[in-house]
C-alpha cells in the first residue's frame, strides 16, 4: 500500500497512518500489518461499502489470498476496537460484497494534528497526576472521556483548541482536589501486582497458512522460560492448548485460566522470513500493558523469545536475580532445525501412536543436536508413559537413559528429575531415591504440575492420602481448571483413598470439560463399582469403550462385571484378553483384578506374578487398590507386598 499522509480519529481511537500505530486513549493497540491496512481502507472511503475484490487488490497486491483471510482481518480489527460481530459499531458486513466503517470520523491536517497533540498531552499528563495521586480510574476515564467530547478540529480553531484544553485541566485538577481529600489507603486492583500469566498458542497472520507446531511450540518455550520465575505462576501448555482457535479472545480464555495477565500473539514464517506481534494484556480491564513486533529471519526466532520472555518479565515488574536472568534467557539450542523437530514432538501426542511418533521427532532433534537436554528430558517422560501401556522391560529402561542423559547435560533441569524419579518408582521400585528426584523436581520448577502429581503418585502408594491429595490439588492449580486430565488425576487420589463419592465429583468436572475423555468414563466408572452401582459402573466403562475400544477400557468392563455377578460376561472379557495378549502387550495386572473379583485366587496370584516379573508399574499400587482387597487375608498377599518393596 501507498503511505498516506492522514491522521484519522473517531471516539477514544487514533489511527496514524504515517507510522502505522492505533491509539485508544493514548495507548498502543496492538493490529497485525493486514488488519492495519484493511482498516486503513475501510476508512479512507468513510461511509462508503468497500468490496471484496477492492480489498483483496489494496491490501494483498500481487499475491492470491483466500477469502477467509478477509474474515480474519476483520476479526481482529473488531477485536482491537472492542466491538463483537453481532453489535458492530465501527465495521458492518455487507454480506456476501464487503464491509463498510460506520464510525464518527475526524480527519486532521498537519495544523490541526499539532494543536490536538498539544491538547490531547495537556488533558494526558492531567491524568498521570491524578492516578500518581490515587484518583479511581473510572473517575479518570470519565474525565478523559468528556475531553474528547469537544474536540471536532473542523469546527474548532487553534484559539479555542487551547482554550478548551486549559479548561479541562482546570476541571480535572479540581477533581483531582476533591477526591484526594476523600482518598482511601486502598490500592486499586489495576496497581495490584501481577502474579500469574498464561502464555496461549500463538495464532497465524494469515488464517490460510497455519503451522501449529510452531505457534504452540512457540508458546511452550516462553512458558518454560517464565516458568523458572518462581514468584510467577504458569499454567503448562497442556492446559493452553484448547485456546489456540483464531476467534480466541484473549481476556475471556485468561478469566477461565483463572490467571491477572496473558500473553497473546501471532506468528507466520514466510521461506525464511519469520514475523512475530506479541501483547500483554491484564485480564481484569483488558488493558494491554505492552505490545511489540518482530520481523527477523527464522534463525534468530531464539533472540526473538528472549526479546519477549524478558520484557514481559519487565512489564510484570519482577525483579530478577543474576541466575534467574540466565534461566530467563537460557537456550537449549541452537539449531533451529533441531527446534523444529522438538515442538513438533511436543504438540504430538494424546494417543500411544502419537507418542511413539514424538519420540521419533526427539530423536530426529538429538541427532541434529546432540547437546539439546531439553529433548532428551521429553522423550524421557514420553517413554514413561508408554511405560504403563506397552511392555515396561522396553521402555522404562530408555526413559532412564534418557532422563540421565538430560541431566548430564544439565542437572537443573526439572522435567528430567522428574522423568527418573518416575523410574525409580514404577520399575525400579526405589522409593527413597523416587523421593528425592521428585523432590528436586519440584524445587527446580515450582510451576512443574507434572512433579507435584508424580510425586503424589508416590504418597498413595505408601497410603500418605492426604498428603496425596493435597499435591494433585497443587498440580490441578498450576494446571488451569480446564486441565480436565489433572482434574481426573485427583479423583483417582480420592478413589485410592477410599473417598469415591469425592472422587466420582472430580470426575464428573473432568468431563464437563470434555465429555469425550474416555479416561474420565472409566474412572467413573470403577468409583461406581465400589459404590454397588453396578449398572451405572457398566453403563459409563461402555460409554468409555465406545470413544475408543482399548485394553484398559476392555478390561475394566471385566472387572466391572465380575464385581456385579455376572460372570459368564466376566471370563469373556478374560478370553479376549488373552486371545490380544499373543499379538500386543496385555497388563497381566488388568487379568488379576477380574480373577481377583472372581475370587478365584489362585488364577489372580498367577496373574500378578506375571506382572511382577514384568515390573508393571501398577505393582505399586496393589497396597492400596481396593480391587485386590479380596486377596489381602491370603498369606501370599503379604510376600507379594514385601517383594514389592513397597514401604510400611
Not at 491524578?130 to 478523559?144: P, T, W
Not at 521461506?271 to 506479541?278: F, H, I, M, N, P
Not at 521402555?395 to 528429575?417: G, N, Q, V
Amino acid at each position: 500500500m501507498s503511505e498516506q499522509k492522514q491522521i484519522y480519529e473517531f471516539d477514544n481511537f487514533r489511527l496514524d497512518v504515517p507510522n502505522r500505530e492505533l491509539l485508544r486513549d493514548g495507548t498502543h493497540v496492538a493490529l497485525p500489518a493486514k488488519a492495519f491496512d484493511m482498516l486503513v481502507v475501510l476508512i479512507e472511503n468513510g461511509g462508503r461499502l468497500v468490496g471484496k475484490d477492492d480489498l483483496f487488490s489494496r491490501v494483498w497486491p500481487d499475491q492470491i489470498v483466500e477469502e477467509s483471510n478477509l474474515t480474519v482481518q476483520v476479526s481482529a480489527i473488531r477485536k482491537a476496537l472492542g466491538e463483537r460481530k453481532e453489535n458492530p459499531h465501527y465495521i458492518a458486513t455487507v454480506s456476501g460484497h464487503g464491509y463498510r466503517f460506520t464510525g464518527n470520523l475526524i480527519t486532521l491536517d498537519s495544523e490541526e494534528e499539532e494543536v490536538v497533540i498539544e491538547r490531547h498531552s495537556m488533558s494526558r499528563r492531567a491524568i498521570e497526576t491524578e492516578r500518581a495521586a490515587g484518583v479511581n480510574e473510572n473517575v479518570l476515564s470519565k474525565n478523559f472521556a468528556a475531553q474528547e467530547v469537544t474536540r471536532n478540529p473542523r469546527t474548532m480553531g487553534r484559539p479555542t483548541l487551547l482554550f478548551a484544553g486549559l479548561v479541562m485541566l482546570a476541571i480535572s485538577v479540581g477533581v483531582f482536589l476533591v477526591l484526594k481529600r476523600t482518598k482511601s489507603s486502598d490500592t486499586t486492583a489495576s496497581a495490584a501486582p501481577i502474579k500469574s500469566i498464561a502464555v496461549l498458542p500463538f495464532k497465524p497472520l494469515v488464517a490460510g497458512s497455519r503451522d501449529e507446531s510452531l505457534e504452540l511450540g512457540m508458546a511452550e518455550t516462553l512458558i518454560m522460560r517464565l516458568s523458572s520465575l518462581p514468584e510467577i505462576k504458569v499454567p503448562p501448555t497442556n492446559a493452553v492448548r484448547r485456546y489456540g482457535g483464531l476467534e480466541q479472545d484473549a481476556v475471556a480464555a485468561g478469566r477461565e485460566l483463572e490467571v491477572e495477565s496473558v500473553l497473546d500473539g501471532n506468528i507466520q514464517r514466510a521461506g525464511d522470513r519469520l514475523r512475530v506481534t506479541v501483547r500483554l494484556v491484564r485480564v481484569a480491564d483488558g488493558q494491554t500493558l505492552w505490545t511489540e513486533r518482530f520481523e527477523q529471519n527464522f534463525t534468530e526466532i531464539f533472540a526473538v523469545q528472549d526479546s519477549v520472555a524478558e520484557r514481559v518479565a519487565a512489564a510484570l515488574a519482577v525483579r530478577l536475580t543474576g541466575e534467574q536472568r540466565e534461566a530467563l534467557v537460557k537456550r537449549y539450542t541452537n539449531n533451529t532445525q533441531a527446534y523444529e523437530c522438538f515442538i513438533k514432538g511436543v504438540y504430538s501426542g494424546g494417543t500411544e501412536e502419537g507418542r511413539q511418533k514424538s519420540i521419533e521427532y526427539f530423536q530426529q532433534a538429538i541427532g541434529l543436536d546432540p547437546g539439546y537436554a531439553l529433548a532428551y528430558a521429553a522423550m524421557a517422560n514420553r517413554y514413561i508413559t508408554l511405560g504403563w501401556s506397552l511392555s515396561p522391560h522396553e521402555t522404562f529402561p530408555k526413559a532412564a537413559a534418557a532422563a540421565r542423559k538430560a541431566l548430564e547435560l544439565d542437572e537443573t533441569m526439572s522435567d528430567a528429575h522428574r522423568a527418573l524419579g518416575s523410574y525409580k518408582l514404577n520399575y525400579e521400585w526405589n522409593w527413597p531415591e523416587a523421593e528425592r528426584e521428585f523432590k528436586r523436581a519440584m524445587e527446580l520448577d515450582p510451576n512443574n504440575d507434572g512433579a507435584y502429581s508424580e510425586y503424589g503418585s508416590y504418597l498413595i502408594t505408601i497410603g500418605r492420602f492426604d498428603e496425596a491429595i493435597a499435591l494433585r490439588k497443587r498440580a490441578s492449580d498450576l494446571a488451569g481448571p480446564s486441565s480436565f486430565p489433572v482434574i481426573t488425576s485427583l479423583g483417582n487420589a480420592y478413589h485410592y483413598a477410599r473417598q469415591y463419592e469425592e472422587a466420582i465429583k472430580q470426575y464428573q468436572r473432568a468431563l464437563e470439560l470434555n465429555p469425550r475423555f474416555q479416561r474420565g468414563h472409566v474412572a467413573m466408572g470403577m468409583a461406581y463399582v465400589q459404590l454397588g452401582k453396578h449398572e451405572e459402573a457398566i453403563a459409563e466403562i461402555k460409554q468409555a469403550i465406545s470413544l475408543r475400544d482399548e485394553i484398559r477400557n476392555i478390561a475394566a468392563l471385566g472387572y466391572a462385571y465380575a464385581v456385579a455377578g455376572k460372570r459368564a460376561e466376566a471370563r469373556k472379557v478374560i478370553d479376549n484378553l488373552v486371545g490380544l495378549s499373543k499379538g500386543e502387550y496385555v497388563r497381566p495386572f488388568y487379568i488379576a483384578g477380574i480373577y481377583a473379583a472372581l475370587g478365584e485366587r489362585d488364577q489372580a496370584f498367577a496373574w500378578l506374578e506375571k506382572a511382577y516379573q514384568d515390573r508393571h508399574p501398577q505393582m505399586t499400587l496393589i497396597g492400596v487398590d481396593p480391587a485386590f482387597d479380596p486377596l489381602r487375608s491370603d498369606p501370599r498377599f503379604a510376600a507379594l507386598l514385601r517383594r514389592v518393596g513397597i514401604p510400611s
